[in-house]
């Protein structure tokens, strides 16, 4: 099956598209320049057909191409089955993610997510004390896309805080998560802000999310520019 996939996968790179995205995910270069809405498609034409049998061989080889392991993903975000067998996909996956790109696209498909949330949250309680980039990064960006709600908002900032490591895109992806709870919680995430451990490269770049967000007024960037630690 993935001899297929791969043929198909070329047939619809695009050079320039390729080019593009070689540029925008450093130290990837294993990318075809295949867009997402073709690698959706794909995705979901197998989780229609015999996807058991395609995870098997996903998840015992080795992926030639980055689309790969994203379909990979789609794939478990798409299938039809009980909460268990997804995580158990979801394990086996997460050593294939090494890059942002591939991290976020499989959080956000994720939505099991949304209607499992205690089961799925409990299931990252131990991601958030690993000690690997992208797994970290997955498990803040599964609180991004899933969880800044107002049952779990209190227990996201807690989260967040206890995150230290020192990866870039982890950093990003924290500081990002941040600026979503300040939009969607203020009053809540105002406090957080005032009583935190965050480093300050990811406090400081927290507080420029914020501040480039269209939906925070001149006076509360005012205010939110206030706090920025000197360097």
């Known amino acids: ?44 034409e197998i989780a229609k057909d015999d996807w058991r049998s395609y995870l098997d061989e996903a998840e015992n080889n080795d992926d030639i191409y980055m689309e790969q392991t994203m379909i990979h993903g789609m794939v478990i975000g798409l299938i039809k089955t009980d909460i ?12 294939k993610i090494n890059n942002w790109a591939v991290c976020d696209s499989f959080c956000c ?3 099991i997510a949304d209607k499992y949330q205690s089961e ?3 299931y990252l309680q131990p991601i958030f004390s690993d000690d690997r980039e992208y797994y970290l990064r997955f498990g803040v960006v599964m609180i991004l896309s899933h969880y800044i709600n107002e049952n779990y908002i209190d227990r996201v900032l807690a989260s ?9 895109y982890l950093k990003m992806a924290v500081a990002w998560a941040v600026s979503v709870c300040y939009i969607k919680f203020p009053t809540r995430t105002s406090e957080f802000l005032q009583h935190n451990s965050l480093d300050n490269i990811t406090f400081n770049k927290a507080l420029q999310k914020i501040c480039e967000s269209k939906r925070v007024d001149q006076q509360t960037r005012i205010l939110i520019k206030a706090m920025r630690y000197k360097s």
Do not use: C
Request: net charge negative; no cysteine; glycine share 6%.
């Open 1 to 44: 099956m993935q001899e297929k996939i791969i043929a198909r996968l070329k047939i619809l790179s695009e050079p320039e598209y390729q080019k593009f995205n070689l540029t925008l995910i450093p130290g990837v270069d294993n990318i075809l320049g295949v867009r997402s809405p073709y690698l959706r498609q794909i995705a979901r």
């Open 84 to 95: 268990t067998e997804i995580l158990e996909h979801v394990s086996i996956f997460l050593p």
């Open 109 to 111: 498909g994720l939505k």
């Open 120 to 122: 799925v949250w409990e």
């Open 160 to 168: 967040l805080d206890l995150i230290h490591h020192d990866g870039y």
